[in-house]
């Protein structure tokens, strides 16, 4: 009997039923929602420095990067934060003096005693990711394709690399997608870094300006030690 | 009690159906076993470069675990490996062949990460294990007064893996281990879905796992007698 009261008053109350519906509603969304913020750790690369001074610039919009499709089901990605623990680490790895800014160095911050030999600026081009149901493979991927902008002390244009950063994970029996986009957005990071390692110094633009800079290191020290 | 007969019947047959058939092939480079020191290491790596599948992780590891069941042949965990030698063991970077392999241990600093971390041969496992048949159906439906389910699913799997394993130190190949595990899985629902699965990952990875175990167990053997 009073269940049946408890029904009644329930059915009656058009406040609580609407909340009610917006509550499935949002539950029912959400159960749609893949939102992934990505986070990890990376390990230090073993490769040689490159004896360079390097300032990396991650901009806000580097920074906070988040990918959202609204194609088919709502998946939104958060790889700012992890982008700039990579790039970090990986600066630190490759070149002997490494550090960050936020912005551009101005001309008034660099001039005659330029406290770096490049400046790089990474900044992503484009996400996509591609799930099960759209592939018809049984594996979720993750596409990022970065543009490193690389300048030299004067500020000026050195190479405008573009990088490419894969990452894909199988389907597992009971494995969230979530979990599944977090751990292809991991790979795909991971595999960024072995790009930027293997990759820097074969670029041919950053190659000739190595290479030009090594000849004018060698020119120096030579004339140096054939002054009286 | 004559129903409750035929249904655990029923059930001991399906268990007993749901068994796997594993088939193992080896190729030895020559008869005699392979050396390994007690400092020395090995570690096995999965194949992750291929665009439809990858050597599952937990396969890796369970062949690691087969192959130091006992302590006597030391196992380097992939995950620690591919991190030490980070960025050259990402499916980007891995070496596909003994020649790259030799080319990237001219570097000195990679060279000498092996060496720290005694590294004497190294375990390719290609393979993944697939679903490659399914048949049947089960529905299952739920009310006020309750819910349950009912038909009868049967899917079958394979799982096909090839171990190559390097002698790091005369960089040749000293090996290979081929399994194939195939294994039909049931799925009865009268009210309860009841499961009947097929190990085929842990039949194949037992299969590989001990038989990778003999190509350096012999030489324990033999150093001890």
Redesign the interface.
């Known amino acids: 009997m009073s269940s049946i009261k408890v029904m009644t008053k329930f059915v009656i109350s058009p406040r609580r039923l609407l909340a009610l519906s917006f509550a499935l509603a949002s539950l029912l969304l959400s159960a749609c929602a893949t939102k992934v913020e990505v986070d990890g750790n ?7 420095q490159l004896p360079l001074r390097t300032i990396v610039v991650f901009e806000p919009d580097f920074a906070s990067h988040h990918f959202e499709s609204t194609e088919g089901p709502e998946v939104s990605i958060a790889v700012g934060q992890i982008q700039v623990e990579l790039f970090t680490g990986l600066a630190d790895s490759l070149f002997q003096h490494s550090s960050t800014a936020t912005s551009m160095p101005t001309s008034t911050s660099m001039p005659t005693q330029p406290e770096a030999d490049l400046i790089l600026r990474p900044s992503v081009e484009d996400v996509q990711i591609s799930m099960p149901n759209e592939s018809q ?3 979720f991927e993750v596409w990022i394709k970065y543009n490193l902008q690389v300048y030299n002390s004067a500020g000026e244009p050195v190479a405008d690399w573009i990088m490419t950063a ?1 990452g ?1 994970t ?1 389907t597992r029996f009971l494995k969230s997608s979530t979990d599944a986009l977090h751990q292809a957005a991991m ?1 795909a990071m ?2 960024a ?3 930027f ?2 990759g820097f110094a074969r670029v041919p633009e950053i190659r000739q300006w190595l290479h030009a800079r090594q000849t004018r290191v060698s020119s120096t020290n030579t004339s140096k030690m054939t002054e009286p | 009690m004559k129903k409750l007969a035929s249904g655990i019947s029923l059930v001991c047959f399906l268990t007993l159906s749901a068994c796997t058939t594993t088939t193992v092939d080896e190729y030895r480079e020559n008869s005699t076993s392979l050396l390994l020191d007690s400092s020395e290491r090995v570690v096995v790596l999965g194949r992750r470069h291929y665009a439809d599948y990858e050597t599952e992780p937990d396969f890796i590891d369970c062949i690691g675990e087969k192959l130091n069941a006992d302590r006597e042949v030391s196992v380097l965990p992939e995950r620690e490996f591919v991190d030490l030698l980070y960025p050259w063991f990402e499916p980007r970077t891995a070496p596909l062949g003994l020649k790259r392999l030799a080319k990237m241990l001219d570097e000195p600093m990679i060279a000498q990460r092996f060496k720290e971390q005694g590294l004497r041969y190294m375990i390719w496992v290609d393979g993944s294990t697939e679903t490659t048949d399914r048949d049947g159906s089960v529905s299952c439906a739920i009310g006020p007064g309750g819910g349950g389910c009912f038909g009868f699913a049967t899917w079958e799997k394979t799982g096909t893996y090839e171990a190559i394993i390097w002698d790091l130190q005369t960089l040749k190949e000293s090996g290979r281990v081929k399994v194939e595990a195939r294994g039909s899985s049931y799925m009865v629902a009268i009210i309860l879905p009841i499961p009947i699965v097929a190990q085929v990952q842990d039949q194949a990875c037992d299969g590989i796992g001990l038989q990778l175990r003999t190509f350096f167990m012999d030489s324990r053997v033999s150093e001890e007698s």
């Open positions: 990376f390990p230090p690369a073993l490769t040689r493979l049984k594996v894969y894909k199988p790979v991971r595999d870094g072995a790009h390692i293997t």
